[in-house]
């Protein structure tokens, strides 16, 4: 059974040891080195300021982590997040992203959040270092691709592409208060 619990920054060793294979074996990150644990834990830390930051936990074992973070610091952007979700390699398509997202969500919804946006790293051919599934999950979780920037990040010896994802969380009303 997957729980979704609030991260707080004393899991910061255990969320760089599952973001660590991301950064040393694929280009779904465009990180060259692997952040430190006391660096990785400053980002949680100005991350938690504003946003949600959630952990999910299988048999109290920690199996994944989203969080929320500014899209743009001008303030018309208040209303949108960029969202990333990291899951343990050998945890994936156990449905923990699905449960993260669903629980991101709801706590953005209630935070008065209308966007949400996702970059996933695109090759048009899949390889070693990147698949086609995180915008194939982005897509299944209802986002909808809205820009795609070609050749923009370098790793590995390969240039790859960005795809950027939206999903709206409610109405955009004229008027709206910030």
Known sequence: MITIRNATPQDAEKLVEIY???VEQTAITFEYEI????EFRKR???VLEKYPYLIAEIDDEIAGFIYANT???RPAYS???????????EKRKMGIGKALYEEMEKR?????????NACTTWSDTPNQYLTHNSPE???HMGFQPCAHFHKCGYKFGHWFDILWFEKM????????EI
């Open 79 to 89: 209303r949108t997040v960029e969202i990333s979700i990291y899951v343990k390699m």
């Open 71 to 73: 899209f743009k610091s």
């Open 108 to 116: 953005l919804k209630q935070q008065g959040i209308l966007n949400m």
């Open 169 to 176: 969380l409610g109405e955009h009303e004229e008027n709206h």
């Open 44 to 46: 949680m830390e100005s």
């Open 137 to 139: 999950f982005h897509r």
């Open 20 to 22: 660590a294979p991301y």
């Open 35 to 38: 952040p430190s644990v006391e």
